[in-house]
């Protein structure tokens, strides 16, 4: 009996193992078939990959190119800026020996304050970040700087040489809130 029951499992096994043989027999081709399309997908995507990879290179060169011309322009900016404000600073330290030619009779503090406030309104439009923002503070500045320039021509043509900058003052007084 147990003869029999061996058998009838080593006769169980062998069918088993044949049938799986036959199976796989009979899928062979399909697999050889889905091993090859996975083959020849991997080698699809290596592809795509070295693609991308490629275009990705070429972007970075561009964007590297870029980055660097717009980097030498604001290098240029900023020293032209930088030349405008020595330029700008220049002018008014000129302005300031200038009143204290044209109102000598004044104590100096007086043209000290006037040269004072166009230099924190220079300071101001420099430091303007809004572009509106530091068309306005130039528009004073330029306005403020004809005010000066004003009292300087009426101090010119007074021959008692004892004419105050009103327009400047006044000015002042009118934007620091006095």
């Known amino acids: 009996m147990i003869m029999r029951w061996l058998q009838q499992l080593l006769g169980f096994l062998r069918q088993s193992r044949d049938e799986n043989l036959q199976w796989r027999l009979s899928r062979h081709t399909d697999i ?7 083959a020849m997908a991997e080698q699809a995507l290596i592809a795509e990959l070295k693609k ?10 561009v964007n590297k190119t870029r980055n660097s011309n717009e980097l030498a322009m604001i290098k240029i900016r900023c020293k032209q800026d930088l030349k405008d404000y020595q330029q700008y600073l220049q002018s008014l330290d000129k302005l300031k020996e200038s009143l204290g030619n044209s109102y000598a009779h004044l104590p100096e503090a007086v043209a000290f304050t006037i040269h004072h406030h166009a230099k924190q309104l220079l300071n101001r439009m420099w430091e303007a970040e809004d572009n509106q923002e530091k068309i306005k503070i130039e528009m004073q500045l330029l306005l403020f700087m004809t005010a000066v320039h004003e009292d300087s021509q009426s101090s010119l043509q007074r021959a008692d040489g004892e ?3 009103k327009k400047a003052l006044e000015f002042i007084d009118a934007n620091t809130g006095g």
């Open 163 to 165: 004419a105050l900058p």
């Open 32 to 38: 050889a078939d889905l091993r090859a399309a996975q």
């Open 52 to 61: 991308q990879a490629q275009q990705l290179e070429h972007e970075l060169s």
